[in-house]
């Protein structure tokens, strides 16, 4: 079945919308989301509410994980963010509302491993890395400046692997290299039985590919093909403003996708 992969909406309403409004324009009914719901962005619940009913599962990612236990090794900014978004889920008055989006919370797994809508290609979802599925990021200069961190987390990739967490989208073969979308012909990049790849599908809340588009990708029998979606950013950049709590770097940010 074709799905599409979401990750990293870090709380942006706005840009979930839009992305959920484009998978439902090309009929795609699946939806899996790789971690991050929460974090940063001004609307954790309704951002919870949305991926809860509409995605078949999710996984754990470091700010889902920092909101319900303890924000570890985040700068200033994402450790403020994170308690305020703790304080958000907290207030909710309706008490099985409440319970219920700290269990979904509690529930998100770590690490999924199915089939590939080709029957036969093997697919490993984390949030971050193989090797460290949470917290470890991956990122496009690796493939220079650090060949054996790549070749040790390839080692455990069966053959396909998606991830989110550094907001940056591309796929990594390990060649290794590493291929933005605008370098695959038609923005795809197609399995084959001789590479192993690892494909980052971008964030939807916040890209950091000085491309403020949300980013997403659909999964189909031949590979996996690149989207990016446009949003109100100015609608979402207000919200930031309005709570102190949140830094407007947070803000000024997704106007530069960086």
Request: glycine share 6%; net charge negative; proline share 7%.
């Amino acid at each position: 079945m074709t799905t599409a992969i979401i990750s990293d909406v870090h709380g942006n309403l706005e840009a979930l919308e839009a992305v959920l409004a484009d998978i439902d324009s090309r009929g795609i009914k699946r939806i899996i989301c790789l971690g991050d719901i929460i974090g940063y962005g001004p609307n954790p619940i309704e951002c919870v509410d949305l991926v809860r009913t509409r995605c078949e599962w999710a996984l754990m990612g470091n700010h889902d994980f920092g909101v319900l236990y303890e924000p570890t090794n985040f700068n200033a900014g994402a450790e403020s963010a994170a308690f305020w978004t703790r304080d958000r889920l907290d207030a909710e008055a309706d008490d099985n509302l409440r319970r219920e989006r700290y269990e979904f919370l509690g529930r998100l797994r770590v690490r999924v491993v199915e089939t590939c809508p080709d029957g036969r290609t093997s697919l490993l979802a984390v949030h971050g890395s193989p090797r460290r599925p949470i917290n470890e990021y991956i990122f496009p200069d690796d493939v220079t400046n650090a060949p054996d961190k790549l070749s040790t987390i390839f080692e455990r990739v069966p053959r396909v692997c998606v991830v989110g967490h550094t907001h940056v989208p591309g796929v990594f073969t390990d060649e290794p290299d590493f291929y933005p979308p605008g370098e695959l012909t038609d923005s795809t990049y197609l399995f084959t039985e001789s590479e192993k790849a690892i494909i980052n599908v971008g964030s939807v809340g916040q890209p950091r590919d000085m491309d403020p588009r949300s980013s997403y990708v659909v999964l189909d029998d031949r590979g996996v093909t690149f989207v990016r979606v446009p949003y109100d950013v100015e609608a979402i950049a207000a919200k930031i403003r309005a709570v102190p709590q949140l830094p407007e770097w947070l803000a000024d940010r997704l106007f530069e996708g960086r």
